[in-house]
């Protein structure tokens, strides 16, 4: 065929590699962002138990976590 024996096994172990850093780095991102939101959405939560805002307050805030988390 023209090629090295050998020369499609380096292809696809290239491919093999590029998705495999590909799936870690979406998976870091994903865990970044899994992890940064509860704590926004608890620390909201606290300050709504606790009195230190209401219900509308709450919800608005919630709301613009959201988009900004999105």
Avoid: F, N
């Amino acid at each position: 065929m023209g090629t090295a024996p050998g020369g499609w096994w380096l292809l696809l172990a290239a491919v093999i590699a590029a998705a495999v850093a590909i799936g870690v780095l979406w998976y870091l991102r994903r865990q970044r962002k899994a992890t940064a939101e509860p704590d926004s959405v608890e620390a909201l939560k606290q300050q709504y138990a606790t009195g230190e805002i209401d219900e509308t307050e709450l919800e608005t805030r919630a709301e613009r976590l959201l988009r900004h988390e999105s």
